[in-house]
């Protein structure tokens, strides 16, 4: 039988990591010495995002679960609980506040949306509760400097600054129209493009927003005809993402575009249809089978029978599960034990060794442009390590 992620909503999961149902109470466990530790996992698991929200948050379960042999040799007992953001900010100061009042809570794993970590870095860091945020790429989630935040993806800036490089050197697009929804995320991405246009002598053709939930375009897609730009950047998240090309593609629009990390999702292929064909995104992660434990995760992933397919966040869940279960098992168990452990560790991770800068930013960074060829996401351009932007060579 598979595993239903909705089941759980708002309830507590529990991951017994001696792989057996254990009475905390019992004679037993006090013998052993097991000590119960609670993780928070933080994601949306309703609304228009709840497939990713899932994804995330089973990947995250998985990593404990692979996890449980080490934390069970360290006399720990892990039990998840798993909290609904919605995708809204203010449900995200709701599940971190109920997060950081429960002083079993070691720590938190937490929001796949920037808007609801910029809500709630506020709070973790009041609690000096540690949060690891897997997907929210917003810089604003660091930029305060709060040793309790950390991430393992990259940032809007650094998405940003390779997006210009491809547009400018690879496409050598003149016009460039932005269209972004008015989010911290997809606001924030479009800015920070901007900045680096700028730095090319380049600014935006034209700019243009919607809200997130719209559902007709109709507008916005005019101006963009009437426009006539080389390319659009889009800098929104899937669901409008598709809404929109499908849009565009009855008014017979077949002007490029590429889109910021928020639309690489199946989401965006099944809702866009044929009208995703061709579009192109950057997003902050390599095929999986050319990462180290790319391919060890997908297989780990099915044969654990999920419900929910593991979503492009998924890896990115699954590593900042693999960081927090390894930082439990590395000395004090207490908020400011596991802050330090993380700061000081170096962990080895589906991604490679991965360690964290001062501010809570990871060590790796991990580009590739994608395109939709036949229903699919492909991965056409590479990000080297010195940062030029590689055409892949087709076998």
Wanted: charged share 15%; proline share 4%; net charge negative.
């Amino acid at each position: 039988m598979k595993r239903n992620l909705i089941g759980l909503l708002a309830v507590v999961v529990i991951i017994v990591v001696a792989m057996v149902l254990v009475n905390p109470g019992s004679e037993e466990n006090a013998t052993k010495g097991v000590t119960k530790v609670k993780v928070a996992v933080v994601f949306p698991l309703t609304g228009p995002q709840a497939a990713i929200g899932r994804g995330c948050a089973n990947s995250v379960q998985l990593a404990f679960d692979q996890a449980s042999e080490d934390l069970r040799a360290g006399g720990l007992e892990v039990e998840l609980v798993m909290l609904d953001d919605g995708s809204k900010p203010e449900t995200a100061i709701s599940a971190a506040q109920r997060t950081t009042s429960d002083n079993e809570i070691a720590l938190a794993i937490a929001h796949f949306n920037s808007p609801c970590a910029l809500a709630t870095v506020d709070v973790f860091h009041e609690a000096g509760m540690p949060m690891i945020t897997p997907a929210a790429v917003n810089s604003g989630v660091t930029a305060k400097g709060y040793q309790e935040i950390f991430r393992t993806c990259n940032t809007d800036i650094q998405q940003a600054a390779y997006m210009a490089k491809f547009l400018v050197e690879t496409r050598q697009a003149e016009r460039i129209y932005a269209i972004h929804d008015n989010s911290a995320f997809g606001k924030g991405l479009i800015g920070a493009l901007e900045k680096n246009l700028a730095e090319t002598g380049r600014s935006f053709s034209g700019k243009d927003g919607f809200m997130v939930g719209d559902i007709d375009y109709s507008a916005v897609v005019a101006r963009v005809e009437a426009a006539a730009p080389d390319v659009i950047v889009l800098g929104c998240m899937a669901a409008e993402g598709a809404l929109l090309r499908r849009q565009m593609a009855e008014r017979n629009i077949t002007i490029p575009t590429v889109g910021f990390s928020g639309i690489f999702y199946d989401t965006f292929l099944k809702n866009a249809g044929s009208a995703a064909e061709g579009t192109m995104a950057i997003f902050p992660l390599p095929p999986l089978e050319d990462l180290q434990g790319g391919k060890t995760f997908q297989n780990a992933y099915t044969a654990a029978g999920f419900d929910d397919p593991y979503e492009s966040a998924g890896p990115f869940g699954y590593v900042a599960g693999q960081v927090a279960a390894a930082a439990l098992t590395r000395g004090s168990i207490s908020h400011a034990g596991l802050i330090q452990a993380l700061h000081s560790g170096t962990f080895n991770t589906a991604f490679g060794p991965l360690t964290f800068a001062d501010n809570g930013e990871m060590n790796l960074k991990m580009f590739c442009f994608y395109a939709v060829k036949n229903g699919r996401w492909e991965a056409t351009h590479n990000v080297n390590d010195n940062g030029t932007i590689v055409p892949i060579e087709e076998p």
